[in-house]
Nanobody, 118 residues
Framework: QVQLVESGGGSVQAGGSLRLSCAAS?????MGWFRQAPGKEREGVAV???????QYANSVKGRFTISRDNAKNALYLQMNNLKPEDTAMYYC???????????????WGQGTQVTVSS
């Protein structure tokens, strides 16, 4: 079992920045951030392997950066140039196994809310 706790969400104006953090009881090979807006399905935002290989959703490329600190069992998501359409609950997630991508994840945090106003 991997326990995940997100923090860092909040309300910002369009063009602003936020940094999300995820404290984990342990990091798996593949960690990721997902989001879910009201009335929409959950979508993958970014993933990172323990080697540092990353993958991003097209909607956030060039604006969001995922990173991890294996020594601290922490995962981060730096979000710049935020847009109203980025408004959602953001979830930290961990995936078992040795394949990393915007795939099915096994462990989930409770989420942190990000609200971007225009």
């Amino acid at each position: 079992q991997v326990q995940l706790v997100e923090s860092g969400g909040g309300s910002v104006q369009a063009g602003g920045s936020l940094r999300l953090s995820c404290a984990a009881s342990g990091l798996t090979y593949c960690m990721g951030w997902f989001r879910q807006a009201p009335g929409k399905e959950r979508e993958g935002v970014a993933v990172i392997s323990s080697y540092g290989t990353t993958q991003y959703a097209n909607s956030v490329k060039g604006r969001f950066t995922i990173s991890r600190d294996n020594a601290k069992n922490a995962l981060y998501l730096q979000m710049n140039n935020l847009k109203p359409e980025d408004t959602a609950m953001y979830y930290c997630a961990a995936r078992s196994g040795d394949v990393c991508g915007l795939l099915t994840f096994d462990y989930w945090g409770q989420g942190t809310q990000v609200t971007v106003s225009s």
